[in-house]
């Protein structure tokens, strides 16, 4: 308090008890009083009955019901590798403890005194010479530090902490034996521990195979008006459903509060992926426990040392110096070319990515060879970030688990771009070769399909095709109008003839940068050679679509009645008679014109649909080549634990009771022993191939919906599927916005340079062979891929 | 005949874990396994055989490149042949025609020729899939306190894997029993209620889906070892699952 106001405080008291003086003195008396009346001696009397009831009734049942509760809830629950080393001799079980009576166990070290072990844990020693920082552990553990457990192969003398576990472990039990004096039935739950150095690990939540951050983009994404409705009702039904989830969430009851096990699961899955590690180091750190350090070597043991490590030295001495000068300048020199590359993808992507306006679609919404360009650049601007960040790996322990989603994207482009240049290879070497057979082919195939095939149909059509009797004027004219527009374009085939030899020599050669080249540029030049088809459905589609129009607004006018704009709706409406006359005659006009024009309109629309699914062909060829999980595939046959898709529990049966009421450590107290075995779930093959369906259900929903039957019945346009719906699929393995020039060159800079291999100096002493052998390891592991 | 109605079984070797086992298979016995492995052995052989027939067709056909090898397979053009290098195309190739001309071997490629390919083919892998099929199926529920409920279903044929569905405790928002119109009749069955994520609902036993009395004894057995209140406060857990089964099944 301020030394003001209390001035100004004991000013205001000092005054109060002089202005009310009689107050002060009737208090005096009334103390003395009580004091004769023998009033503050049963005040105090009372307090100290109050204080002895409490200490002797209250804090015991309080320490009852906190007994009680532990041993009505008492479930121990032991995670245990089913794999670490153990061995018959008395050891101690260390790990992590989650709660009290929840434990992962990390490792049985043997030979050690418990207490000895639980210094060293708190001083730190047993995780010397750790590889990298040791906080990370801690950190992504969950625990602040790591803990004895308790011991094994013990004799019932000892008697450890009523929480420690009891274990009988050895070569000739399958299963560890546990007790625990503090718990009332316990849970062994085995584990064969996943190895990080082969990115093995173990997750609730199946492995994502694309990138995540696109799904929210996808669904915000405007497509075109068609598809953008459906969007709209996708949502609105998801929002809808959310809504009602969450009234149901507030409407259940509250139910059970999950308890600290319930939620230590996820802290535990990270556990078990650090268990190989630790139970690495801390064996390797366990005779630093109570035993001296080793004395230093004599001179005799160190020339023969030096002796056996001269040829390790020189070899390192080299690299050394390889590393100290050649390295930064291959660097350099490779990062200016990344970056080089990049501006020249940015330029191209700039090209590629240009709109007239806002709306207009770009060039590679339009072309599929520019999208397949697109996706190669793209690919091309985000690796050198994808390595980066897998290399930053390296700096850090290798059971953290984040990047190796990361891991198989990158690989798995990689190798996909590696296999479509070898078929491209050997599509292209075939069809440069065969450049003039494939191009008669293709101007045969052109000519038959496209220009004979069109002309006999519509000659048909003409005629009274299949006994059906047609309005021979009209379609006299139509016949005439379309086999006018095909006789010129076949004139323009013709004069590009010569010229096919060299655009197919052309796609061969393209097809040295990946076999999905050639596929892209076939799509292009057949929508390209089939653009009269097109103008023809669409033009008879029109006549079409305005006949069935006007068609309906007479029949409509038959009726008596008229549509009325304003409101959208029928209205009734007199009519004059001319008007009705008129109107008569004009629709049985129409009418008996109608079945000409469709006879003409379903044959373009047909063969524009035979197109589409053409280049539904290519689409899906390309999506295969350029999406296909091949190296997820072959990770799956390889080491399926390195896709895990979440984990499963198996209760096996328990040992028979009768040995373990047998066993001498507690004949007393048989507690209720489950044995469990957390298995890994490999990912499903319906989960890697997500996309897939995801793709073909647009498809379907786009091209085989009763909306595009209604288009094509009444003959409106039926928008082809837009490109980017399309592929959403191969898009869904590329970040949603590019890394800038700048922050690539950052991000290249930014890698670790490499460093001496070792901290050895060629010409001083040797350091003890052991750290030697491990940093060379660890260098070694840069190279270790797949 | 070797399958029964579904009935439970349970598995409890501690009170906080248990499983509930619903199955059509009766408790093996020796008599049983021997007849399974023996029903199952004669699927094999069938299935083995329909191969053959189907590879007996493909030699037939023109698409087959050993067309003419079919012709000279006679002895002694075998004879003067050296013996293809084992585990090789052409090996196994040998192998199948040595077996087409032995005596049971020669009635396949006249079945096959007699046959179109057109039926042929579906009718033959309509034939391997109903061999493929299981024998009785088997749906489980593993309730652990602590970490959650793991719902597993038995494939529908060999080839398929056990399908298992972990849910961790923090999500299972509550576990009741509900009924549903199937046919005309009424079926009550047992469902997880999942706090969060897709599927809200995950039905336990979906296949077999067994009696109420049955599914009222897992209700039951899965609340005890799920939320505790089994042993001594065992009477006054059962009423509250009974009151809550009643409270759902009538809404």
Redesign the interface.
């Known amino acids: 308090m301020h030394p003001f106001s209390i001035l100004t405080l004991a000013i205001f008291v000092a005054g109060y008890i002089t202005a009310r003086w009689d107050l002060v003195t009737r208090l005096y008396e009334l103390i003395v009083f009580a004091w004769d009346k023998g009033v503050i001696v049963r005040a105090a009397q009372g307090f100290a009955l109050l204080t002895l009831t409490f200490t002797l009734v209250l804090i015991p049942v309080q320490h009852i019901a906190r007994v009680e509760a532990d041993l009505h809830d008492g479930l121990m629950r032991v995670f245990w590798p089913i794999d670490i080393t153990t061995s018959d001799v008395p050891g101690v079980v260390v790990g992590w403890r989650n709660s009290s009576l929840d434990v992962v166990v990390i490792a049985v070290l043997d030979h050690v005194d418990p207490r000895s072990v639980e210094n060293a844990l708190k001083t730190g020693i047993l995780l010397r010479s750790a590889p990298h920082a040791v906080p990370r552990i801690f950190e992504i553990c969950g625990q602040s530090s790591i803990h004895v457990l308790g011991v094994t192969n013990r004799n019932s003398e000892f008697e450890p902490d009523p929480s420690w576990v009891r274990a009988t472990v050895g070569a000739s039990y399958k299963v560890p034996k546990i007790t625990c004096p503090k718990a009332s039935s316990i849970q062994i739950n085995l584990f064969q521990r996943p190895n990080p150095l082969r990115m093995q690990y173990i997750s609730l939540n199946p492995i994502a195979l694309s990138l995540a951050d696109k799904e929210n983009n996808a669904s915000y994404r405007v497509f075109d008006s068609s598809d953008a409705e459906d969007e709209k009702q996708e949502r609105k039904n998801k929002q809808k459903n959310r809504l009602l989830v969450d009234k149901e969430d507030q409407h259940s009851g509250v139910g059970h509060t999950p308890s600290q096990k319930d939620k230590a699961l996820a802290r535990v899955v990270n556990q078990i992926n650090w268990t190989w590690e630790l139970e690495h180091l801390l064996q390797k750190n366990v005779p630093l426990i109570g035993a001296r350090p080793k004395r230093t070597l004599s001179v005799s043991e160190r020339v023969v040392e030096h002796a056996v490590n001269m040829r390790d030295y020189l070899i390192l001495w080299v690299c050394d110096v390889v590393i100290l000068y050649a390295f930064p300048i291959i660097r350099s020199v490779f990062i200016l070319i990344l970056i080089g590359h990049r501006f020249a993808a940015e330029a191209f992507l700039q090209i590629l990515e240009w709109r007239a306006r806002p709306n207009s679609p770009a060039l590679k919404d339009v072309s599929a060879t520019a999208q397949q360009v697109e996706i190669r650049l793209q690919q091309f601007c985000y690796w050198p970030m994808q390595y980066v960040k897998l290399r930053l790996r390296k700096n850090d322990w290798d059971s953290v688990t984040d990047s190796h989603p990361d891991y198989i994207r990158f690989y798995n482009s990689l190798w996909l771009v590696a296999n479509d240049v070898i078929i491209g290879i050997a599509l292209g070497s075939y069809i440069i070769d065969n450049a003039d057979w494939v191009a008669d082919t293709i101007s045969m195939l052109l000519g038959r399909y496209t220009i004979n095939a069109l002309q006999s149909s519509i000659s048909w059509l003409m005629g009274w095709p299949a006994g059906l009797k047609l309005n021979s004027e009209l379609a006299l004219f139509l016949g005439d109008l379309f086999l006018w527009v095909i006789d010129y374009w076949s004139s323009c085939i013709g004069t590009l003839q010569p010229l096919l030899p060299h655009i197919v020599w052309f796609i061969g050669f393209s097809s040295f940068a990946g076999a999905s080249m050639p596929i892209a540029l076939f799509s292009d030049l057949l929508s390209v050679l089939t653009i009269h088809i097109y103008s023809f459905y669409l033009a008879s589609a029109r006549i079409y679509h305005w006949q069935l129009t006007i068609l309906l607004s007479l029949f409509q006018l038959f009726q008596g009645k008229k549509y009325n704009v304003l409101r959208n709706r029928v209205d009734a409406c007199d009519y004059d008679l001319d008007q009705l006359l008129v109107g008569t005659i004009l629709f049985t006009l129409l009418f008996f014109l109608l079945p000409t024009v469709v006879v003409f309109y379903l044959n373009f629309a047909l063969a524009r649909m035979v197109i589409i699914s053409l280049k539904a062909i290519f689409d899906t060829l390309l999506s295969c080549l350029n999406h296909f999980p091949l190296f997820a595939l072959m990770l799956r046959a390889k080491d399926p634990r390195r896709l895990p898709g979440g984990i499963r529990f198996e209760l096996r049966d328990t040992p028979d009771r009768l040995s373990i009421n047998s066993t001498p450590p507690s004949p007393s107290f048989p507690q209720p022993t489950s044995v469990i075995y957390l298995k890994p779930v490999p990912l499903t093959f319906t989960a890697m191939f997500h996309q897939y369906f995801q793709m073909g259900n647009r498809i379907r929903k786009h091209y085989l919906s009763p909306r595009v039957l209604f288009c094509l019945v009444t003959g409106r346009f039926v928008p082809p599927i837009h490109r980017k719906a399309l592929y959403s699929l191969q898009y869904s393995m590329l970040p949603a916005r590019r890394a800038g020039i700048m922050e690539m060159w950052n991000a290249l800079n930014s890698l670790p340079t490499k460093k001496r291999p070792v901290n050895v100096y060629p010409y001083g002493f040797p350091q003890p062979n052991g750290s030697l052998n491990g940093r060379r390891h660890t260098n070694g592991r840069a190279v270790r891929g797949m | 005949m070797l399958t029964t109605a579904p009935y439970l079984r349970t598995?409890r070797?501690?009170?906080?874990?248990a499983?509930f086992i619903v199955s059509t298979l009766p408790p093996m016995t020796i008599p049983l396994r021997l007849a399974l492995g023996a029903v199952y052995l004669l699927r094999l052989v069938a299935a083995l055989g329909i191969l053959l027939l189907l590879f007996s067709a493909w030699a037939q056909s023109p698409y087959s490149s050993s067309n003419a090898s079919l012709s000279s397979t006679s002895p002694d053009a075998l004879d003067d042949d050296s013996p293809p290098p084992l585990l090789s195309l052409a090996f196994i190739q040998q192998l199948l025609f040595l077996i087409l001309s032995t005596r049971p071997g020669s009635l396949f490629p006249p079945l096959a020729s007699a046959l179109p390919p057109w039926l042929l083919v579906p009718a033959s892998a309509f034939a391997l899939y109903s061999l493929s099929l299981r024998i009785g199926s088997e749906e489980r529920l593993?309730v652990?306190?602590?970490?959650?409920v793991?719902t597993?279903t038995g494939g529908r044929t060999v080839f398929h894997p056990l399908q298992?569905r972990?849910i961790?405790?923090?999500r299972?928002?509550?576990v009741l029993v509900n009924e549903a119109f199937r046919g005309f009749g009424v079926r009550h069955y047992l469902v997880v209620?999942v706090?969060g994520g897709e599927d809200?609902l995950v039905v336990v036993f979906p296949e077999l889906l067994p009696r109420l009395d049955d599914v009222a004894r897992v209700l039951e057995g899965a609340r005890a070892c799920?939320?505790?209140g089994g042993g001594g406060g065992g009477g006054g857990g059962e009423e509250k699952g009974g009151g809550r089964f009643e409270r759902r099944s009538i809404a």
């Not at chain 2, 070797?13 to 874990?17: G, N």
């Not at chain 2, 652990?144 to 959650?148: A, C, P, W």
């Open positions: 598995r070797p501690s009170p906080t874990t499983e593993l652990l306190r602590g970490l959650g793991q597993s298992t972990f961790p405790t923090e299972v928002a509550d209620v706090r809200r799920l939320y505790g």
